[in-house]
Every structure is written in structure tokens, then in C-alpha cells.
């Protein structure tokens, strides 16, 4: 099993990307939904969005950050793309017999302050979730994986949030209700990926014996802005 600051083509990467990214895109198509669970009011996409970070995690744990980095920007650029092809469809001339246009627009429809806000929120908290877990993979040598995992998603998750509420909904609600909906959320989320951690620990483990990797970024520079895999 490779222990080293390079990977391989394999096959198990893309699958595992892809899903990544697909929990992203859903997560903010269902976003606008609000739901109820226990009493608490919440977006629906707090049921797929922690996934995202999940995905997140067994990426760097079994590919490292560099390969990780990739892939949290083809997230980001797929977003980005979602957001600007539904901006421009509703904002196409529609035929005036097609009474679907409010119930499309209700749903599909982002405002740039809300784009801004994902776009800003998902990129620092998935870059810091990676960073931290790669991090903390060296400092502890491999063990205690239910660290990494809990630890990065304690701090990403929470930029995240706070990123995301404060420029989605800062002065349009008051300093109250934003602190209650940060919290809400960020509990939700940082419950989620406890109760999966078993799970995670599963298919980490798989995919490190299918796959033959176990990356340690020992020299690795953390830069956001690098494309670099190698």
C-alpha cells in the first residue's frame, strides 16, 4: 500500500468524486425547501449536504489533499455552472400559454447574494475540512480516524455555516434568528457526521485495500490555488 506523496489512476477516485460532487449540486437545488425534524426548522439540504464532507473525508484520507484540492474545484466550477444556467433559463421569454414560470423560478432560482454565500461558504469550510484532516493524518500517523473525521468537520462545517448565513442573510435578519439558524445547522451537521462515522471508517478502509493507497501529505504545500496532483 502506497505511503508516499503519490497516487495512481484508479478507478474507485472518480466514483467517489463524482458523488462529491453530485451531493453538492442536489444539496443546493433542495436548499430552498424548509423541513421540520425534531421541532427544528431547517433547509432540506442539511439531509445531503453533510454528505459532501464525508466524501470529502475518505478522499483525503485515501488520496490526499492534492487529489482532494482537484476535486473541491471541479465542485466548486460544477456549482457555479448550476447557479448561471438556472439564472439564464428563468430569465429566458417563455411562451404565455406555460403557467409553470413562478413554480420554476420558486425553485430553481438563486439570487447572486445567495450564489455568492454558497460558493464562499463551500470553499473555504471544504478547503479547511481537507486541511485539517490531512493535517492531523501526519500528526497522529495514521491512527485514530474518527479524529480527523469528527475534528475537520467541527471546523469546516463551522466556517461553512457561519459563512453562508452571515452573507446569505446578514441585515435582512436580525442578529438573533441568524445566531439561532447558525447553530441549528451546525449542531445538525456535526451530529450527522458523528452518527455516520462508523460508516466512514468502513469505507475508507475498503477503498484503501481496493485501491492499494494511503497517502501522507508530509510535503505538501496547502495552497488553495494550486492544480498541482503530483
Not at 13 to 25: D, E, H, N, Q, R
Not at 129 to 136: D, E, P, Q, T
Not at 140 to 161: A, F, P
Not at 205 to 220: A, R
Request: glycine share 8%; net charge positive; with cysteine.
Amino acid at each position: 500500500m502506497s505511503k508516499n506523496n503519490t497516487t495512481r489512476t484508479t478507478t474507485i477516485f472518480p466514483i467517489l468524486a463524482c458523488f462529491f460532487v453530485t451531493s453538492l449540486l442536489v444539496s443546493n437545488i433542495i436548499a430552498g425547501k424548509l423541513i421540520t425534524l425534531m421541532g427544528i426548522t431547517l433547509p432540506a439540504a442539511v439531509i445531503l449536504f453533510p454528505l459532501s464532507y464525508i466524501f470529502g473525508d475518505v478522499l483525503t484520507e485515501v488520496y490526499g489533499f492534492k487529489r482532494t484540492r482537484l476535486v473541491i474545484w471541479t465542485g466548486f466550477a460544477a456549482n457555479l455552472f448550476m447557479a448561471l444556467v438556472f439564472m439564464v433559463t428563468i430569465a429566458l421569454p417563455h411562451p404565455g400559454f406555460w403557467e409553470g414560470q413562478p413554480a420554476y423560478a420558486a425553485v430553481l432560482g438563486f439570487t447572486p447574494r445567495l450564489v455568492v454565500a454558497s460558493l464562499v461558504g463551500y470553499f473555504v469550510g471544504e478547503f479547511s475540512n481537507s486541511v485539517i484532516l490531512s493535517c492531523l493524518k501526519v500528526k497522529t500517523q495514521g491512527r485514530n480516524l474518527w479524529l480527523r473525521t469528527i475534528g475537520s468537520t467541527v471546523v469546516g462545517e463551522g466556517i461553512d455555516t457561519v459563512l453562508f448565513i452571515t452573507i446569505a442573510f446578514g441585515g435582512a435578519l436580525s442578529l438573533e434568528t441568524l445566531s439561532e439558524l447558525m447553530l441549528a445547522q451546525y449542531l445538525w451537521k456535526v451530529a450527522y457526521e458523528v452518527i455516520l462515522t462508523p460508516l466512514t471508517y468502513l469505507v475508507v478502509n475498503w477503498v484503501k485495500v481496493k485501491e492499494g493507497v494511503d497517502i501522507y501529505d508530509t510535503k505538501v504545500k496547502y495552497n488553495p490555488f494550486s492544480l498541482k496532483v503530483q
